[in-house]
């Protein structure tokens, strides 16, 4: 379904021959701020929400590149919006703030469920604080799914030639009779796009870029993790050959900024968490804060995969956030179980 989204935009761009009102420019994206932030040790909240206007012309494609989302950010904290034509005027939601992935802060973290990727270093002003760069990323379909695991950055490639796979390679001829296979570096159908980090894991796994950047935030790759092509250009000069990197499984996280408690709940892409509670109530013991977490609001939280940090502890949210956030909940029924009730557990 995913891959189909993907072509259904490809084929509309091709047949559309210009752009929408608008019109935003690659030279937009390539001048668009870093989401970069600098954390202190007893805090794992980045960022915040913001409002946006909708212009003529405007895409959620295009809003979500411009402020490095994904495709699943955008739509799901958006239900109801047409992705080509949304209203303009409209008020949408950027859902700009995170609660970082437990548990490691070295290097490369990507978080599966939630499609995105966070890159941890030391605060060049600060060396008391931690920097830290997130993105968001297009990774592995259903069928070949981006699998868990530690690496390291093995070495990096501009222009790299995609050597075809053999299963890869079936598909193609299945799908669109093409055997080719290799496509060279700099070819405008080089799903590497201009910039590979290739990764010590098995399966010659690797970070890079995409050719179609409206796959950023779907899951349209055979597992590898695929990045706006102006984010990875930022990444890959700053990354050295060597640098740690973690696959983690986190739909739901739990984090703290300013002695306040904040869980974060995204879709189960996988399916590989259905104990939610479990989890949820095994990070709050290991923050030792499970005594100050109003339980009602938690459950609430994990009952709708919003994908926004709620605050479990002290008052509730300001009430500009707190609106967006039972607008979107309005829009969600995902049910949980109880605690006290069974639970089941192109490239």
Known sequence: MRY??????????????????????????????????????????????????????????????????????????????????????????????????????????????????????????????????????????????????????????????????????????????????????GAPDNPLGKHRLSLSMAGSYAIHGTDIPWGVGMQVSHGCIRLYPEDIARLFPEVPVGTPGEFVYQPVKIGTRGGEVYVQVTRDIYGLTPAMWKEASAMLDRLGVADRVDRERLMDALSRPIGIPVKVTGPPDDSVRLSAIRALQKQTNVRISRPDEAQAGDD
């Open 4 to 185: 189909l989204t993907v072509l259904a935009v490809a084929v509309w761009l091709a047949a559309s021959g210009a752009s929408p009102a608008f019109a935003w420019q690659e030279e937009d994206f390539q001048r668009k701020p870093s989401l970069s932030y600098s954390v202190a040790d007893g805090d794992s909240l980045i960022g915040e929400l913001q409002p946006y206007r909708i212009r003529k012309g405007d895409t959620l494609f295009d809003i979500a590149r411009q402020y490095s989302l994904g495709y699943n950010e955008i739509v799901d904290r958006n239900p109801g919006l047409d992705v080509w034509l949304p209203p303009p005027g409209a008020i949408t939601l950027l859902p700009t703030s995170w609660v970082l992935p437990c548990c490691s802060r070295k290097g490369l973290v990507l978080n599966i469920p939630e499609m995105r990727l966070y890159y941890y270093r030391a605060s060049a002003e600060n060396p008391s604080l931690t920097e830290v760069i997130t993105y968001a990323v297009g990774l592995g379909r259903d069928d070949w799914q981006t699998p868990q695991g530690k690496f390291k950055i093995r070495d990096k490639t501009e222009n790299p030639t995609w050597v075809i796979p053999e299963s890869i390679r079936k598909e193609h001829i299945a799908e669109r009779n093409d055997p080719r296979t290799s496509i060279p570096g």
